[in-house]
């Protein structure tokens, strides 16, 4: 599992299910999971001021799952092939 925070919340990859948890941290309530792929694991988000999008490595089918995050309702807005076993992360802040 990994986990990532974002001022009152806290998402946390569940590979065994193929989710991504979403937890309000001031009201203690886990969100509806997010389908994010096989296998998600590393976790970052698209910039570090007011994140809109969280972006999910997915280790078993070697896609990178993009989250909207920005809305009410945050969900899987596209997945990008990248390759086989993909382990690690790096974000180009412009």
């Not at 941290?25 to 590393?42: D, E, M």
């Not at 078993?60 to 989250?67: H, K, Q, R, V």
């Not at 596209?78 to 993909?86: E, F, K, Q």
Request: hydrophobic share 45%; no cysteine.
């Amino acid at each position: 599992r990994r986990v990532l925070f974002r001022s009152s919340e806290l998402f946390i990859s569940d590979n065994a299910a193929d989710r991504i948890a979403p937890v309000d941290i001031y009201n203690r309530k886990v969100g509806r999971p997010i389908l994010a792929g096989r296998g998600p694991g590393v976790l970052a988000f698209d910039s570090t001021e007011r994140p809109n999008l969280l972006l999910v490595v997915n280790q078993g089918s070697g896609d990178l799952a993009i989250i909207r995050i920005s809305t009410d309702n945050p969900g899987l807005l596209t997945m990008i092939p990248v390759g086989d076993n993909p382990q690690e992360l790096a974000i180009k802040l412009f």
